[in-house]
RNA sequence: GUCCCCAUCGUCUAGCCCGGUCCAGGACACCGGCCUUUCACGCCGGCGACGGGGGUUCAAAUCCCCCUGGGGACGCCA
């Protein structure tokens, strides 16, 4: 078998989102698994639309996805030649043809097609005038006008279209800029492309291409179209379905191997397997295995398998997400050994690195900023627990091993010795510690703290009480900053 | 409108190619329960689908046809 090339077409026009990042993923894992070649191309003919901030922001995207390539990034606006000189040898080999029809009359032919119940297209009207080139003229393909245009397609099978259903499209523009459906030929051919994958919305001009591989003489490349991602209404994938950049989703907290998880799920599959490393995917990856109808992108799958990605990470690989987003928060720095503590509690309670960030606030924030909610200690905090939580902060400021097995030891003593559950006491001193009802385990939590930490929260919150007299009932007007 | 593509739980899918092992398996979500110091995680259980109609066959989710539904394309965008 020869060597199998793949390519990445992005057009520079937006940001690298969901539906093109998996098609990338495709031809990438495809490229990959066989050991072939993967070639990124920024397809930039249309220079109204196309600029070097989209280019950049693509680029960044695949390299964050760590979907590399071997051979590029190749740009057609630096290629024009080339396609001048293929449209050139079309034009004289009598397989294409100058055009000075306007695009109002063009227009109005389409309007005359569709009237007629016919597939709107271009009409042939100067297909036979031998015209040479003028100004506002375009060059159109002399395209079959009978029989049938085919191709194999590697997902979807046997793809023929009536060439009558096709017309005679447009090459190069009045500008004398080459089009879409001439520069991926041209460019695909002479990058010796052996397989494009991409989106089944490019279905139906494939026949199209396939008709300029045939005039121009080039070999057919293998052609698989894969199945679009759709929003949650079945429409196409769209900002109104929220984000759409690849780079909203570093920024909302995904990994981007979780990310490049969920997308090869959505339409390929391995057995029962849900969770794949992107090492692993390279290894199984294979079109036979690949769907052929649209998907609908669900956000909870993934951030399941944002979560069961989080959970496989070893705590320093996340410490240095947590530090960089706590630091956006505007919390004051912690120490990176700090930080790797503090993941581990958080790793099974978090989908998201956001997350991560969000509920490692109070770990992070100084003892004095620690914010109480004035229902919280009204609700917690009575007299009799203050009472415990008193003496409990002090041994605790006694503690030898300040660790979870010996804090477990300690509170165990304590409860053992006063007749009481743990249950009586956990809430509130979990209250004080966080400032929330929920965290991580208590002894844990402590732990990580640390012993000076715990004792300042304790004592604080103690002092608050008592400043407040909320436990007896009456309160005051704040707590905390 | 015309052409093309597609069709298994709400969603992602296994099974379909090589019909019986499938009164259809897994995952997310949802609902119960267990674990438990809270929240999660984890574990156990539940809900839930072969779009419809015709064939072919002893037998169809699996093969064929029609219908319906969904999507896409019909650009001097890519």
């Not at 080339?82 to 009359?105: F, M, N, V």
């Not at 759709?230 to 759409?244: E, V």
């Not at 978090?350 to 919280?376: G, H, I, K, M, N």
Request: hydrophobic share 35%; proline share 5%; net charge neutral.
């Amino acid at each position: 078998m020869s060597k199998i090339v793949t390519r990445f077409p992005p057009s520079p026009t937006g940001h690298l989102h969901i539906g093109g990042a998996r098609t990338a993923l495709f031809n990438w894992l495809y490229a990959r698994h066989n050991q072939g070649t993967f070639i990124l191309r920024i397809e930039d003919t249309d220079t109204e639309r196309s600029t070097r901030e989209m280019t950049d922001s693509i680029l960044e995207a695949m390299d964050w996805l760590g979907l590399d390539w071997d051979e590029g990034p190749y740009f057609q606006s630096r290629r024009f030649a080339l396609y001048q000189e293929q449209i050139e040898a079309l034009l004289q080999s009598g397989r294409a043809y100058y055009c000075r029809c306007t695009p109002e009359e063009v227009e109005a032919m389409r309007q005359e097609a569709r009237q007629k119940g016919e597939k709107p297209k271009y009409n042939g009207r100067c297909r036979d005038l031998d015209l040479g080139p003028g100004p506002g003229r375009v060059v159109r393909l002399k395209a079959p006008l009978s029989g049938q245009t085919v191709f194999q397609d590697l997902i979807k099978g046997a793809n023929a279209v009536d060439n009558r259903e096709l017309d005679d499209f447009i090459l190069r523009r009045a500008d004398n800029t080459p089009t879409y459906n001439l520069a991926v030929v041209v460019d695909d051919a002479l990058m010796g492309i052996t397989c494009i994958l991409r989106g089944d919305d490019h279905i139906s001009n494939t026949p199209k291409q396939v008709m300029l591989y045939q005039a121009l003489g080039f070999a057919l490349p293998d052609f698989g179209h894969v199945p679009m991602i759709l929003g949650p209404d079945k429409k196409r994938l769209s900002k109104r379905h929220g984000a759409m950049s690849v780079l909203e989703y570093r920024e909302q907290g995904y990994l981007p191997e979780a990310l490049i998880n969920y997308l090869v799920r959505l339409g390929w599959s391995h057995g029962d397997q849900e969770l794949f490393e992107p090492k692993e995917l390279v290894d199984k990856f294979s079109l036979n295995n690949l769907g052929k109808s649209a998907c609908i992108f669900n956000l909870e799958k993934l951030d399941w398998v944002n979560s069961q990605h989080i959970k496989n990470k070893q705590p320093a690989e996340l410490a240095g997400a947590l530090l960089s987003r706590l630091h956006k928060k505007g919390l004051p720095e912690i120490d990176r050994g700090y930080a790797e503590k503090i993941v581990p509690l958080l790793q099974p309670r978090v989908r998201t690195l956001e997350q991560l960030a969000e509920q490692a606030t109070f770990f992070a924030l100084p003892d004095q900023d620690l914010d109480y909610d004035r229902e919280l200690l009204e609700n917690y905090f009575t007299v009799e627990i203050k009472g415990y939580l008193q003496e409990l902060l002090a041994e605790l400021k006694r503690l030898d091993e300040f660790s979870q097995s010996g804090l477990e030891d300690l509170v165990a003593g304590f409860l053992k010795e006063r007749g009481i559950k743990f249950k009586l006491l956990a809430q509130p001193i979990r209250i004080a510690l966080t400032g929330k009802k929920a965290s991580p385990g208590l002894f844990e939590t402590m732990e990580v703290l640390g012993r000076e930490r715990v004792t300042n929260r304790l004592s604080r919150v103690l002092e608050m009480l008592d400043a407040n007299r909320i436990s007896s009932g009456k309160v005051g007007d704040s707590y905390g900053i």
